[in-house]
């Protein structure tokens, strides 16, 4: 009896979780309010905008491919290049019309596909240059929502973002789990290009 | 034991009443395209048959071939099909894209039924090259008022499926029945293909 429910217990929490999947909620990728605090708001603004989202895992999985040395570095620097380019992006009233995104996706999905090598300190004013972009951006959005301690939630989970896929990376022995790493990085890169002629016929 | 299991499903139902309750917003006004852009492009290449006989294809290609095709095909592929696509969204016209499309399932099904082993270039070429009109058709085919980056997200893992799909059913290449079924399933394509071309022609 006991170890039925051993066994079960998994299966059941399996089951609770896919009924949990049924529960109807709304997507809404800026200025998320939680309720729970700006920290919490900024922590689901970065979940929540696959713009950040995406790039950021691709930037962390091309630090893993490149190594421990690189992953750590970039673990700790891009949340404060971020955090950087969050207050600058705070501070002004220009909103960037640039595909920010697009241009992430293609270099870091690239770089993620092709297992380019790259210096450690080429990533690292890589991880840096995403940073502050992309925190630029996120300052914009978040200025007239939850400002700077948004800002340090997105640092938070960044920190925890780049370190997990990074590690995941740095672990895989088998061949054929970092060609599924670069697979993953060919289909940023892929979706990268869409959103670029997306902008483009925007633009015209 | 029987207690146990009837306990388990009595708290599943209980849960999910739970969540069918969990009140969500009202939303008045159509939502700009998130979740749906997502879901219709994940939809879009399983929409027509010839993009998913030609996907399916490289996936079975690249698994007779072996690797590093096996992973370097499908990873060309979403690629250049991407380049397609952005020509597309751009309004760059590109002359018989439903003749390229057809006869790409011709050519990659026809490689798939002789078992063709050219050079890993040329293969990436081939497939690269009708990778352009797949997704030029898609990217001229995108419906208005989605959201671009989840349209795109959605469209690139659908047909990342798509090639996985193809991938493990060419993983029965390692029996000889296997391989013969294989090439079966690559004569039907290129079947489908001079099909597709006919329509395409007329």
Avoid at chain 2, 113 to 141: D, N
């Amino acid at each position: 009896m006991k170890v039925w429910h051993t066994r079960h217990a998994g299966l059941e929490g399996v089951l609770v979780g896919i009924a949990s999947l049924c529960c109807p909620s709304s997507a809404a990728a800026h200025l998320v309010t939680t309720g729970m605090g700006p920290v919490y708001d900024g922590i689901c603004h970065l979940l929540l905008t696959p713009e950040d989202l995406v790039a950021v895992l691709a930037l962390g999985l091309y630090a893993g491919l490149r190594g421990a040395i690189t992953g750590r570095r970039t673990m700790f620097l891009l949340p404060v290049a971020w955090f950087i380019g969050g207050i600058a992006g705070s501070a002004v009233k220009v909103v960037p019309s640039f595909p920010i995104p697009a241009l992430s996706f293609l270099v870091l999905g690239g770089l993620v596909a092709a297992d380019l090598y790259m210096p450690t300190a080429a990533v690292t004013v890589l991880a840096i240059a995403i940073g502050l972009v992309h925190g630029f951006s996120n300052g914009v959005a978040l200025k007239e929502g939850a400002g700077t301690l948004g800002l340090m939630g997105i640092m938070i989970m960044l920190f925890i973002l780049v370190t997990l896929a990074s590690a995941v990376v740095v672990s895989l022995n088998k061949p054929w789990a970092r060609i599924a790493v670069r697979v993953a990085g060919s289909w940023t890169f892929a979706s990268g290009l869409l959103m670029l002629g997306w902008f483009i016929r925007i633009a015209k | 034991m029987s207690c146990s299991r009837s306990t388990t499903w009595t708290s599943i139902v209980y849960v999910m009443a739970l969540f069918l309750t969990w009140s969500s917003p009202a939303l008045a006004h159509v939502e700009q395209g998130q979740a749906a852009g997502f879901v219709s492009g994940l939809q879009h290449p399983w929409s027509g048959l010839d993009h998913v006989l030609a996907m399916i294809a490289v996936g079975l290609w690249g698994a007779q071939l072996g690797t590093p095709a096996v992973w370097l095909l499908p990873v060309t592929f979403p690629m250049v099909m991407a380049f397609g696509g952005t020509l597309g969204l751009v309004g760059v016209k590109l002359p018989g894209v439903e003749i390229g499309i057809a006869l790409s399932a011709i050519l990659l099904g026809a490689m798939v039924l002789a078992e063709a082993r050219p050079k890993l270039v040329l293969a990436a070429i081939l497939v690269g090259f009708f990778a352009i009109f797949h997704g030029h058709a898609h990217g001229t085919e995108l419906p208005p008022g989605q959201s671009g980056l989840l349209y795109s997200m959605g469209f690139v893992i659908a047909t990342g499926i798509l090639h996985g799909l193809g991938i493990t059913l060419g993983l029965v290449h390692r029996w000889p029945a296997g391989k013969l079924a294989l090439r079966g399933a690559g004569a039907f394509i290129a079947l489908m293909g001079v099909t597709f071309l006919w329509r395409a022609l007329a």
